[in-house]
């Protein structure tokens, strides 16, 4: 599959068949977060796959809930994480990613602004592998409405790490349509940025 069809037909996928996810697959998936950049090299990320359906269960537990004004709903990806074969859940090392060097056992001090960069790497490496998934015809869908604390304790994440992302990976049930978006007219400035 081409690069941009992949950039342009990659949806969030909510529902799946419980077909398995073949190992060769996975391994390409993880192959293309291993080769994402990285601030420095530094490669923060580890990537946890989780295929035991007891644990699968109990992270689905920690999404959030999506609070209306009159009701709270179970949040959409909830079901998908109990039908789907797999699980990624995408941990850092924090304090490595954007830090200068400093005294061994020191608190880093960071070379931006925006101090530890490690939710910018994991990201790039998380865009690698749902393009590689998709690309193979599986779907995924990126969640951040999760309790990281308890997922840390229920995968045994240990200190001075923590999961950042996860996404259940699958064939879908179904194909994902294309939500609108804002023209480049709308988004791309010419030297200096106009409001």
Same mark, same amino acid.
């Given at each position: 599959?081409?690069? *941009?069809? $992949? !950039?342009? +037909?990659?949806?969030?996928?909510?529902? /799946?068949? &419980?077909?398995?996810?073949?190992?060769?697959?996975?391994?390409? %998936?993880?192959?293309?977060?291993?080769?994402?950049?990285?601030?420095? +090299?530094?490669?923060?990320?580890?990537?946890?796959?989780? #295929?035991?359906?007891?644990?699968?269960?109990?992270? $689905?537990?920690?999404?959030?809930?999506?609070?209306?004004?009159?009701?709270?709903? &179970? =949040? &959409?990806?909830?079901? $998908?994480? =109990?039908? @789907?074969?797999? @699980? %990624? @859940?995408?941990?850092?090392?924090?304090?490595?990613?954007? $830090?200068?060097?400093?005294?061994?056992?020191?608190?880093?001090? /960071? @070379?931006?602004?925006?101090?530890?960069? *490690?939710? *910018?790497?994991?990201?790039?490496?998380?865009? =690698?592998? !749902?393009?590689?998934?998709?690309?193979?015809?599986?779907?995924?869908?990126? %969640?951040?409405?999760?309790?990281?604390?308890?997922?840390?304790? %229920?995968?045994?994440?240990?200190?001075? /790490? #923590?999961?950042?992302?996860? *996404? &259940?990976l699958g064939v879908p049930e179904h194909e994902g349509k294309a939500p609108p978006r804002k023209e480049l007219s709308e988004i791309v400035f010419k030297d200096k940025f106009v409001k």
């Amino acid at each position: 599959m081409d690069l *941009f069809e $992949a !950039v342009k +037909n990659r949806r969030s996928i909510r529902r /799946y068949k &419980p077909d398995p996810v073949d190992d060769k697959k996975i391994e390409a %998936i993880l192959e293309a977060g291993r080769w994402a950049p990285s601030w420095g +090299n530094s490669q923060c990320w580890r990537f946890i796959v989780v #295929r035991d359906t007891k644990l699968r269960a109990q992270i $689905a537990d920690t999404l959030k809930k999506i609070k209306l004004p009159d009701k709270e709903l &179970p =949040n &959409p990806a909830a079901g $998908a994480m =109990n039908t @789907v074969p797999v @699980v %990624i @859940v995408v941990c850092a090392r924090i304090g490595k990613a954007g $830090a200068g060097h400093g005294a061994p056992g020191s608190k880093p001090e /960071y @070379v931006t602004d925006k101090g530890d960069w *490690f939710m *910018f790497d994991t990201a790039l490496a998380v865009q =690698n592998m !749902v393009l590689a998934a998709h690309a193979q015809g599986l779907g995924t869908v990126i %969640i951040g409405a999760f309790d990281a604390a308890r997922v840390e304790k %229920i995968l045994d994440v240990p200190e001075g /790490y #923590r999961a950042v992302t996860l *996404f &259940p990976l699958g064939v879908p049930e179904h194909e994902g349509k294309a939500p609108p978006r804002k023209e480049l007219s709308e988004i791309v400035f010419k030297d200096k940025f106009v409001k």
